[in-house]
């Protein structure tokens, strides 16, 4: 096994040779991620030589990620993505909305779904709560709501900002933490939030990882993720791991996992 992704992803000859010289020293050919030039170049090599190959979409075939550039994609599509993604040995999904919406352009592939793995080690023992409030200045009674993510406009942090408008007027010391990495709409959510008044209220703690992340999730009272693209979350794996209730939205993948653990 080995995720072919790792060479270069630029659109190359080495890229092509390097999978098709390759190929065969291999049992299996694990493809993440589809509409790539990776995956394109992998799979035919695949094929070529007869060694099967999975593909994991990775939400790439999900409702609102196809309506991304929607008509390059179904032309794309019926032309090669298809065609690729039927001759695979399976198709892995990692949530059973994931599945579903993906069913709906006709793959024939056997599909089956695993949920991503998540290490618990670290939330067997959590440590005391209060750490993020002290470094952010707030009380240990003010209610902290919490997202972890990249900036990124499929997060839909606009709207979570924008629903914690209402919220403050509610609840005036009520506080978001974000947690993560710019992925290019960093300035424009603060602004958001200065546009709506409630700046004091939101705080862009940048990207924590290891003990620091652990604090963070056990000291909110609310972990928020109002994705409008998520084929599984992880983050609110993460955060319901460390007892910390999660709000989703609709197109988060695990939501669909409320019917699985009401049973």
């Not at 997202?147 to 509610?170: C, S, Y």
């Amino acid at each position: 096994h080995r995720d072919l992704h790792s060479f270069p992803t630029r659109r190359s000859s080495d890229l092509g040779d390097a999978c098709r010289r390759h190929i065969r020293e291999f049992d299996l050919v694990y493809c993440p991620a589809t509409f790539t030039y990776p995956f394109w170049v992998a799979a035919k090599a695949a094929s070529a030589a007869g060694i099967p190959y999975v593909v994991s979409p990775r939400g790439s075939f999900m409702e609102a990620a196809m309506g991304q550039k929607a008509f390059k994609k179904r032309v794309w599509l019926r032309l090669v993505e298809r065609r690729l993604t039927n001759s695979a040995a399976a198709i892995h999904f990692t949530a059973d909305l994931e599945a579903e919406e993906s069913a709906r352009y006709g793959f024939t592939a056997p599909h089956f779904t695993i949920p991503n793995g998540c290490d618990l080690s670290p939330f067997t023992s959590l440590p005391p709560r209060g750490a993020l409030r002290r470094w952010l200045g707030l009380s240990d009674s003010q209610p902290l709501s919490l997202f972890v993510g990249r900036l990124h406009p499929e997060k839909g942090l606009d709207a979570a900002i924008t629903a914690f408008a209402e919220v403050v007027k509610l609840i005036p010391k009520a506080h978001l933490a974000i947690i993560g990495p710019d992925a290019g709409e960093g300035p424009a959510l603060q602004q958001l939030a200065i546009s709506l008044g409630i700046h004091k209220n939101v705080s862009f703690a940048g990207m924590l990882t290891g003990a620091r992340l652990i604090e963070a999730y056990a000291d909110a009272d609310l972990f928020v993720l109002l994705s409008w693209r998520e084929s599984f979350g992880m983050a609110a794996i993460e955060a319901m791991a460390a007892g910390c209730p999660a709000l989703l939205s609709s197109n988060v993948g695990i939501r669909s996992e409320e019917r699985r653990v009401g049973k």
